[in-house]
């Protein structure tokens, strides 16, 4: 039976194990109205247009998973941000700037039928100092008539202008052809190396304390980056020793410096925190104890959790706690925590320093979780115990049987049940929370997606 396991292993698809990781970074960069969401929404495939009608509204998700011939790739749209036409130069510049800052190239998109004005020249500046590989698309260029206002934005002095059509898709397969030779197969931010020291994120709406605790963990433990033998960081990463390890604190400029309040200010702070996420193995996710929780944090947790990263929730300002905060704290907990039960909390001061020696042991045992592999052996005799006991209810007379099941890959775990039928999202639920109960899996994401053999 060892056998037959190990050979219906084999049959699972390489993108199960690839690690999200490594995935490059391929952001699209413009100004209001060039295109930008119609090309997004024709790279990853989405039909429903959600082209951006009520500008203000902030998009939740910056960034997808996306492939194209055969090579997958994380899409980052930078479209989200309000039109503000007064702020207009300095709003785009900045998206860009962010843009370079997380991505591995940069899709800059032109309306071919506008021309470059000062804004995008303006861009260009900033791309060209980045050094970041740049695929320049002129988009609106909806038939032959249009080609030679494309033409023209060689003098932008990016290289050829890739004409498109975003809206009928007309020539977005020679651009993304073009794209995916400037992108690198991996991502520049990815990779820890096996030995080096763990990456941790430090992420959480503003005012939450992120520097305060940053400037007490780090306190006087800063080393030399030489110290620690085989580190890739960038300057904006931080070493640190602590209990006895070094650690990385990723993206940490961007803490340290108080980032100005604009109106796109939310925007860009998701997009610093996502790209802080992707870089980190685990991440901290500070919430300000003495406060309701907000929705931001949720969000926050959630774009740790889509990231596939470990977790640890530190409750901070635990000095101002007082009496009649706390019930309603354990209550926010509850209603609005319950899908992070799993993450290891602790209750800080970063101000006094109170407790703040309890992260390591909790960033530690989230990322044992995350690298946790169970073996195929004992996974299957769980869930042959599991089903004999609790089998998936019948549905029009018919059961699901599991086959078997493997896990695709750690980091995080990842589970493939092949099953005869489709499982119901509450069995899912219901082994998850099984999955949990006898492994553990404390601080991180787990995912199981099912197979469906006739
Ligand atoms: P964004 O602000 O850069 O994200 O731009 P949008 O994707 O929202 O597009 C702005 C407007 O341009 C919308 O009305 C789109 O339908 C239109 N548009 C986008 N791509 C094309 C194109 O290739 N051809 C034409 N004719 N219109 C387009
Ligand atoms: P950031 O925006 O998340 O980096 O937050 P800061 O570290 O700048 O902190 C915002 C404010 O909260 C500052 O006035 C801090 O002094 C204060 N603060 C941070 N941590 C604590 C804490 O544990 N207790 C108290 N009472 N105040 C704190």
Do not use: C
């Amino acid at each position: 039976a060892d056998e037959d396991l190990a050979l219906l292993e084999g049959e699972v698809t390489d993108d199960e194990r690839e690690v999200a990781t490594t995935l490059p970074v391929l952001a699209v960069v413009g100004r209001p109205n060039v295109g930008k969401s119609t090309l997004v929404n024709r790279i990853i495939g989405r039909r429903e247009a959600v082209v951006e009608d009520n500008p203000g509204v902030t998009r939740d998700r910056v960034s997808y998973p996306a492939e194209w011939s055969g090579r997958r790739f994380t899409l980052v749209d930078t479209g989200g941000w309000e039109v503000d036409v007064a702020g207009i130069h300095k709003r785009v510049a900045q998206q860009a700037e962010v843009a370079i800052e997380l991505a591995d190239a940069v899709l800059f998109v032109v309306d071919a039928t506008v021309g470059s004005t000062d804004t995008d020249e303006q861009v260009v500046r900033l791309l060209r100092r980045s050094g970041k590989p740049v695929v320049l698309v002129a988009n609106k260029v909806d038939g032959p008539a249009v080609e030679a206002d494309a033409a023209t934005l060689w003098s932008l002095g990016l290289g050829q202008p890739h004409p498109i059509s975003a809206l009928h898709g007309r020539g977005t397969g020679d651009l993304l052809d073009a794209a995916m030779a400037a992108l690198p197969t991996v991502s520049a931010h990815a990779t820890p190396l096996p030995d080096g020291p763990r990456r941790v994120a430090l992420v959480g709406r503003p005012n939450v304390g992120k520097s305060s605790l940053l400037n007490k963990v780090v306190g006087s433990e800063r080393v030399v980056v030489d110290d620690v033998a085989g580190t890739t960081r960038d300057p904006v990463d931080e070493l640190v020793a602590l209990g006895g390890k070094p650690w990385v604190f990723v993206d940490t400029a961007g803490i340290r410096r108080r980032v100005h309040q604009t109106s796109g200010a939310d925007f860009y702070a998701s997009l610093r925190t996502q790209a802080a996420v992707e870089k980190a193995e685990v991440a901290v996710v500070l919430v300000d104890a003495s406060a309701p929780m907000t929705e931001q944090d949720i969000r926050i947790v959630q774009q740790v959790i889509d990231a596939g990263r470990a977790l640890v929730v530190a409750y901070n300002k635990w000095d101002l706690m007082d009496d009649d905060r706390r019930p309603f704290l354990e209550r926010e907990i509850e209603q609005q925590l319950v899908q992070v039960q799993w993450a290891p909390r602790v209750n800080v001061s970063a101000r006094t320093g109170w407790h703040t020696d309890r992260l390591v042991p909790a960033l530690e045992r989230a990322l044992a979780s995350w690298d946790t592999r169970i073996s195929t052996g004992r996974l299957n005799a769980f869930l042959g115990e599991l089903v004999s006991a609790h089998p998936h209810p019948l549905r029009g007379g018919k059961q699901p049987r599991i086959l078997f099941a493997t896990q695709a890959s750690t980091r995080p775990p990842r589970f493939v049940i092949f099953a005869s039928g489709f499982l119901e999202p509450t069995y899912r639920r219901f082994i998850e929370r099984r999955l949990r109960e006898t492994f553990g899996f404390e601080g991180t994401p787990i995912t199981i997606s099912v197979r469906v053999r006739e």
